[in-house]
């Protein structure tokens, strides 16, 4: 089955402590994002990569960091910089803008963080 | 003001009804608009695209106003498995990404 999956759906973390999300794609899509939802807000852009070994940052990167080593997966760290951490994270991945058929983008189940 | 700006609701109407939901944008240059639902919890779901011209799929109709920045969605008879958040999607014309409104929360009553 295609598809994204993000891990853990649940992640409970002490103030302080960094902690990565994971983020895998069987899609061979080039391009993977990610986004932060909060109770009642649309979802905002953490960072996005349209190639791998390269990514951009989104609205509001502050306090978080990303890698892109291989096309299939985009972790995510929250570290203790981050100053409001608890919230709904979403993956996604999309065709290339540059060269694809598709604006639309995929997104995985999501993990809840929760920062004690 | 809000890139994208939608009624948060709730919307509650009873089963068969007809209910619309509109959403505007700040950005002249956009170039492509969606319609995203988002069930309690879950992730959200392209429900369709919003071309120049309307489309329509089954009983969902999008149609976008590129005059007056403002795109629609229409559900004609409404099902209880409508229930869900519906968010508003614009690409931003100059840099490709996407900008989600904070969704538009659709209740549907027996």
């Known amino acids: 089955d295609g598809g994204i999956t993000q891990s853990p759906k649940y992640l409970f973390r002490k103030e302080g402590q960094n902690v990565t999300l994971s983020c895998e794609q069987n899609?061979?899509?080039?391009?993977m994002y990610w986004y932060r939802q909060d109770p009642g807000q649309g979802l905002r852009l953490i960072y996005y990569?349209?190639?791998?070994?390269?990514?951009q940052k989104g609205d509001i990167a502050e306090g978080y960091s990303v890698s892109r080593e291989k096309k299939e997966s985009f972790p995510l760290t929250v570290t203790s910089a981050q100053k409001n951490p608890t919230a709904f994270y979403l993956c996604?991945?999309?065709?290339?803008?540059?060269?694809?058929?598709?604006?639309?983008?995929?997104f995985g189940p999501g993990t809840r963080l929760t920062v004690l | 003001r809000k890139e994208v700006e939608q009624d948060p609701g709730p919307f509650n109407v009873p089963e068969g009804a007809t209910v619309a939901f509109n959403c505007t944008y700040s950005?002249?240059?956009?170039?492509?608009f969606f319609w995203y639902r988002q069930d309690c919890r879950k992730e959200p779901k392209l429900l369709m695209s919003?071309?120049?011209s309307g489309n329509e799929d089954g009983r969902f109709t999008a149609q976008l106003n590129r005059a007056s920045q403002y795109i629609s969605l229409l559900i004609r008879d409404s099902k209880l498995s409508d229930s869900a958040t519906y968010l508003c999607?614009?690409?931003?014309?100059?840099?490709?990404?996407?900008?989600f409104g904070q969704g538009t929360t659709l209740q549907v009553k027996p």
């Open positions: 996604a991945s999309s065709i290339d803008r540059r060269t694809g058929y598709t604006d639309e983008q995929f």
């Open positions: 899609l061979n899509h080039d391009a």
């Open positions: 990569s349209q190639i791998v070994n390269d990514f």
């Open positions: 950005n002249s240059a956009s170039q492509s």
């Open positions: 919003v071309y120049s």
């Open positions: 999607v614009v690409k931003a014309g100059n840099t490709g990404k996407l900008i």
